[in-house]
Nanobody, 122 residues
């Protein structure tokens, strides 16, 4: 059974940092692309990053480029999203998802976690 479980979401002040974790079970990170997505209330789900299993490349949305960093820890089957310089525009439910294929297409991801809530407020 495939499971993706996110954790680490909390309330943080503007300019602060936060690290989210996505623990994956039932699938191999070597063969699956792992994407982070976020959805704010009243808005569509937005792709934040995509870690491609094949060549190890990572892509970021322009809105987070330079502030967010994705990393993988294979021994723990975990993917992290390190977020820095958090802005009032960043609050959302952040979810990780896995896909076998090309990239991390939002509507074609194969498996999703339930998400973790990030709030940014002073």
């Amino acid at each position: 059974q495939v499971q993706l479980v996110e954790s680490g979401g909390t309330l943080v002040q503007p300019g602060g940092s936060l690290r989210l974790s996505c623990v994956v079970s039932g699938l191999n990170l070597y063969h699956n692309n792992l994407g982070w997505f976020r959805q704010a209330p009243g808005k569509e789900r937005e792709g934040v990053s995509c870690f491609s299993a094949g060549d190890g490349t990572i892509e970021y949305a322009d809105s987070v480029k330079g502030r967010f960093t994705v990393s993988r820890e294979f021994a723990k089957n975990t993917v992290y999203l390190q977020m820095t310089s958090l802005k009032p525009a960043d609050p959302a439910v952040y979810s990780c998802a896995a896909h076998i294929g090309l990239g991390c297409p939002t509507n074609l991801m194969d498996h999703w976690g339930k998400g973790t809530l990030v709030n940014v407020s002073s």
